[in-house]
């Protein structure tokens, strides 16, 4: 194994953390953009639904990759999976800022499931962003056993958002 110079990503985790979490929670005080926007935003939801779907796929890819000790490929899909979660970033915020929040229609049971994933999923989105961004840079500052400890925790948890996002995505669409 070769010498890897150990970087202090501190002030980015923190900083990208606050800055993500505070941002999403400001959109939705925002009031709806009553402008033009020159195309259907109601698209930006399922965009949202296939970057998370995304996001999962690399992120199995990734655990099976390092279940099989190819830490080459295991970065290359933990890489891709950082893409395809920031695309889905993007197109987030955008969709959130020029449009008010939908609201689930469903009655009955139904309801009771969509608010308890919606609601653990927005609570664990939250989580990941600082363990996602913690559990790279160990890895990348080749911190094997420090970034084994909380791949373990950090894996199970963005696998879950990444596939609830899509869960809520379908379960919310026929109101858009």
């Known amino acids: 194994m070769t010498d890897v110079k150990q970087r202090n990503y501190t002030p980015w985790i923190v900083g990208l953390s606050i800055a993500v979490n505070v941002l999403v929670v400001i959109l939705f005080f925002l009031p709806e953009y009553s402008g033009d926007v020159g195309f259907d935003i109601t698209l930006l939801p399922l965009l949202n639904a296939v970057f998370n779907s995304f996001t999962f796929v690399f992120l199995v890819a990734a655990l099976i990759f390092i ?4 830490i080459k490929l295991h ?17 987030y915020v955008t969709y959130h800022g020029l449009s008010e929040s939908t609201s689930f229609g469903g009655d009955g049971i139904i309801r009771s499931i969509y608010f308890f994933i919606l609601i ?12 996602a961004l913690i559990t790279v ?7 094997v056993a420090k970034h084994r400890k909380i791949a373990r925790w950090t894996m199970p948890i963005w696998l879950y958002v990444s596939l609830t996002g899509v869960v809520v995505y ?7």
Do not use: E
């Open 67 to 70: 279940k099989q000790k190819n």
């Open 137 to 143: 840079t160990r890895g990348l500052n080749m911190q």
């Open 170 to 176: 379908l379960m919310i669409s026929p109101y858009y």
């Open 120 to 131: 653990s999923h927005i609570i664990l989105a939250a989580a990941i962003v600082p363990l």
């Open 75 to 91: 970065k290359r899909f933990i890489f891709a999976a950082f893409t395809t979660t920031a695309l889905f970033l993007v197109s």
